[in-house]
């Protein structure tokens, strides 16, 4: 068993159980690229994606544990990151979700469950129908029911071989379909993944290294809100970028800024985020 695998299950065992870099300057074109969403298209019923996972330099779990609060801003389903459990800082929203969970309350219980950050993995990965892309990642939901992603990873894994090897690894085929909720409204599920014959991660030795040796990571990709845009969605505000004090604002504060320095994020977003959450949907 190696190391790598080992790395994963103890992860994986950890989680089955009820300090960041700096980031790099990237543009937002390239940033885009950078996302692999298992996500189909309006009128897409289903499809297959293919990935390679790739490995860690110092063979630990290539699956990093990242809590994002997912909450509608605007009208539009986000997911935000969660300071409190990620770095231990401040984070409005949970204060919020602790503050309505510490009334007893049924209600109050019940609107809490929108403010509480829920795990996430994040993988890099190399998309075989878009290699020019270069390295991407693939952000999923942790599944409580182990019924998620990972959970038809390991099997593949455990069984296999270490799946991230970059001589004798496995590609991932992703079988997607459409599904409903109960509501009728249509969301992406990874019905199943299977994988393929073992084979390097490229035949060409150049650009093998140059997707082994990439040193961006998912904080380059991912956005990170500041405390100050988090307030504002904890109290029900749209937060407003002001230009002039180089900060979102909200409330009264926004009300008053005037000869439009202000304005709503238009930002390029991750392609997963505006999918509405379900506690175990696969996103």
Avoid: C
């Avoid at 103890?10 to 996500?39: C, G, H, T, V």
């Avoid at 289903?46 to 330099?57: C, E, F, M």
């Amino acid at each position: 068993m190696s190391n790598s695998l080992d790395a994963v299950l103890a992860q994986y065992e950890k989680n089955s159980q009820p300090a960041s870099p700096q980031r790099q300057n990237i543009s937002q074109e390239d940033r885009l690229k950078r996302y692999f969403s298992a996500i189909l298209q309006k009128n897409e019923k289903s499809a297959q994606k293919r990935i390679r996972i790739l490995p860690t330099k110092d063979g630990s779990s290539p699956f990093v544990e990242v809590w994002y609060h997912e909450i509608q801003v605007n009208g539009q389903w986000v997911k935000l990151y969660d300071p409190s459990k990620n770095e231990n800082e401040r984070s409005p929203l949970t204060e919020v979700y602790n503050e309505l969970m510490s009334t007893g309350k049924k209600e109050d219980k019940d609107l809490a469950s929108q403010y509480r950050s829920r795990l996430f993995y994040i993988v890099k990965v190399i998309d075989r129908d878009n290699e020019q892309d270069g390295v991407k990642f693939w952000r999923f939901k942790h599944n409580y029911k182990q019924e998620g992603v990972l959970d038809k990873i390991l099997p593949i894994w455990k069984a296999k071989g270490d799946l991230t090897d970059s001589e004798k690894g496995r590609d991932l085929i992703i079988e997607l379909i459409k599904a409903k909720t109960p509501q009728g409204k249509e969301y992406t599920v990874v019905q199943t993944i299977m994988y393929d014959d073992p084979a390097p991660l490229h035949s060409d030795k150049g650009i093998m290294e140059g997707w082994l040796e990439d040193e961006l990571t998912w904080n380059d990709v991912y956005s990170k809100k500041p405390v100050e845009y988090l307030e504002a969605v904890a109290v029900g505000e749209t937060p407003m970028w002001n230009s002039e004090l180089k900060k979102y604002v909200y409330g009264d504060e926004a009300e008053i800024q005037l000869g439009g320095n202000q304005k709503t994020e238009t930002k390029v977003e991750d392609p997963q985020a505006n999918d509405e959450p379900s506690e175990d949907l696969p996103f």
